[in-house]
């Protein structure tokens, strides 16, 4: 096949990243924003050895998977890519995309559960972070990125959040312009805002904003001023500054600017403090499902439980019940600074938190001579780094229950563990991402 041409093609499963695959004189094919069951005209746009790239251009005949999109930027800009069928052909697509990874990249069968729904598929989201650019008109503009780049899609109002995330993104904007503060150029490194953080938590309903600059301007305290004043459940604006060129939103220098960078929220009856660059799930409900389940696996009453990669602790604190003890470990020190409140906060006297990578705390730990009952680990979409493996092992647990946003990285992880002694048992999808290719899931080894 040539680049530009036109081919009749049969959609037969999806990637993990939500992209339609079929095949055409022995190539594989891959096309966004299609649904399996989908027959469609494909125009080629890239062309590789063993595979091609397409774009549809019409659709003969469409899949029975297929409902009207809801979003004015769907297909536009990165975030959602299953607006266009069912959510219960999303949750197939995503159990699929998990047994998969099991099989394929670990190379093992445990027992694949049923999925974990979402209850509201829309205005989940706790946290939001935008990208901030002028328009083709030269006004200030936020939404976010597009696919695999860095333009900007404005959007006015994400499905996906609470209202007031729009409302409080378009008045910053508003009084940007006011306060001639300008929006970061990433190709001159040059103008001053790069992003917009909003975070409110799910019961409490406290906001915190994070002003993202390439450097501190006066404004910004006027700015977070009429803020508060403007919404009363904003408990606190703070700037944080990040000079340099890279892809990472914060930097290392932080002001509060005025109230408390700080808020608090409830997740399974437990009270939570948490700060701006601190991880907490951003499905506040499905993440309680989540760690209902991470609980009933761990069976921690009466055992020593280790909380790898525990960030403000709500994993931990939320599941260890009865421990006898419990050891977190985390690398953001406000994070673990906010996870030894929590544990005051909750009434455990038998926590304790280290501040480091997860591997060399882990090294120390063992050095002491620690052993661990259980051992919980929640890593971010890169999965646990090989010393961290051979630690967790080396503490001889019963069980290792492992909560993973990345199911590509949890089975390679898993089959690492089964070579050194972990079957891996059970492997249960939730679905705190709706109608996003992401997809949680939750993890249980034992001990051969």
Known sequence: MNKNDVIRL?????????????????????VPFTAVGDVLDVRIVKVGKNYCYGISENITTPSSDRISPDCDVFGKCGGCVFRHISYEAELRAKEEMIRSAFTRIGKIEPEFLPIIPNDRTSGYRNKAQYPVARD???????GFFAVRSHRVIPCENCRLESGIFGEIRSFVLEECTKLGISPYNEELHNGVLRHICIRRGHYSGEINVVLVARRNVPEFRKLGTILMKRFPAIRGVAANINRDRTNVIYGDEEHTLCGSPEITDTMLGKQFVISPRSFYQVNTPMAEKLYDEAGRLAQADGKTLIDLYCGIGTVGLSIAGNATGLIGVEIVPSAVENARKNAELNGFTNAQFHCGDAGQV???LREKGLRADVVTVDPARKGCSTETLDNITAFSPERIVMISCNPATAARDCGYLAERGYRTVSVRGADLFSRTAHVECVILLVRE
């Open 10 to 30: 049969t959609i037969e499963s999806l990637t993990d990243e939500g992209a339609g695959v079929g095949r055409y004189d022995g190539m594989v094919v891959f």
């Open 136 to 142: 083709k008109n030269g006004a200030l503009t936020s």
């Open 362 to 364: 882990t090294s120390l």
